[in-house]
């Protein structure tokens, strides 16, 4: 069940529920697939990988935000939605806590219940909060985060919580009496591209309207105003949000982000990627897919929390860290040992792997 239409696959937590589906129906699962949508257009391109695909309305009424239940919880409340899950005798999977509701019935209940936590859920609001200039958004994040982590403990109910990294599986396991597996972020990917020594400039890719990845391009603005070497930042957003900043910066330049196809071009051109959060929580599906796509990652740790992908990246803690390593990179040569190195240690983000993992839980 996803919390949004899963296709196109163009951010984070869809990204995970749109590969996933593609790799259990690879593998032979048969998919019913439930999906609440808001802003998104039903996408025909499902229907090849499920036998069946059932469309909801997600409620987006303020009074939602009056109830005790979490906002992205009571907005999902759909009884079309429980009456069609009771009419199939199969397993379900939640995709965040987002989809749940239908869990407080004692019907659903019945079954063998599995949940894909992609955070923990009440950290992310907080932290968004922590971003967020605006105060009445302010405000409703943090009473949000409040809610989740009373709400979270519906967990206790599933049969089975799938959680996307392992520092979440530690927080989930010590917390929850239900089996929890980590399983990894599922993505596009199926072997590290070969590319040539050198590409052509540092390069940032993001949603620009998150608070989060705002605050990010404000700090390598500051950076590479004083490195001469050029940094491509690419966004779905109006250039007109940094315009300002970078027309006075010549070494910088902004890009319109078309579609995946266009990302892959630009990771494969970039010499080095540059990643960073303020938040601890959840995957950076970005991190797999530059290490997938693109040559050398200088990155802060937030980014590789959880991962164990250390030995892949360069880690800067603050600004000149960040310069320092960039610098350092700007001449060095991405070797073929690196592309074997990663072909290693990716290979805990294989998705039939991961799939075949899922498919065994379902016959235990």
């Not at 994040?141 to 979440?168: D, F, Q």
């Not at 990246?313 to 600004?319: E, I, T, Y």
Request: proline share 2%; hydrophobic share 35%; aromatic share 12%.
């Amino acid at each position: 069940m996803s919390f949004d239409v899963p296709s196109p696959p163009d951010y984070g937590g869809v990204i995970d529920i749109y590969f996933k589906i593609k790799s259990l129906f690879k593998i032979g699962l048969e998919i019913y697939l439930h999906i609440f949508k808001y802003g998104r257009e039903e996408d025909k391109e499902l229907n090849k990988y499920c036998k069946k695909v059932y469309y909801y309305e997600r409620t987006s009424s303020y009074l939602n935000i009056l109830s005790t239940l979490p906002y992205i919880v009571i907005s999902r409340k759909n009884n079309e939605l429980i009456k069609n899950l009771i009419l199939l005798n199969a397993p379900i999977l939640f995709e965040g806590l987002h989809t749940t509701y239908a869990m407080r019935n004692k019907e659903i209940l019945k079954r063998k219940i599995f949940v894909r936590t992609h955070n923990i859920e009440h950290d992310y609001y907080k932290s968004l909060a922590k971003t967020e200039k605006k105060l009445f958004k302010k405000i409703y994040l943090l009473l949000e985060a409040i809610k989740l982590k009373s709400y979270e403990k519906i967990l206790n109910k599933s049969t089975i919580i799938l959680s996307i990294s392992k520092k979440e599986n530690d927080y989930f396991k010590n917390k929850y009496k239900s089996n929890t597996i980590y399983i990894p972020a599922f993505h596009s990917n199926s072997k590290v591209k070969n590319l040539s020594k050198k590409g052509y400039f540092a390069f940032y890719h993001g949603n620009l309207s998150v608070s989060d990845n705002i605050k990010a391009v404000e700090f390598l603005i500051d950076i590479f105003k004083t490195i001469d070497y050029p940094l491509v930042i690419a966004g779905k957003i109006e250039k007109s949000k940094f315009q300002s900043q970078i027309n006075k910066i010549k070494n910088i330049s902004f890009i319109q982000l078309e579609n995946e196809k266009h990302l892959l071009d630009l990771l494969s051109r970039a010499h080095i990627n540059v990643l960073l959060s303020f938040q601890k929580t959840g995957i950076k599906l970005k991190l797999i897919n530059s290490l997938f796509n693109s040559r050398f990652c200088v990155v802060n740790q937030n980014i590789i929390e959880g991962t164990k992908l250390d030995d892949l990246c360069f880690v800067g803690k603050n600004k000149l860290d960040f310069k320092r390593q960039i610098i350092q990179l700007i001449n060095t040569e991405y070797l073929e040992e690196e592309i074997i190195k990663r072909d290693r240690l990716l290979q805990e983000f294989n998705n039939v792997k991961n799939a075949k993992k899922i498919y065994q839980l379902l016959d235990n």
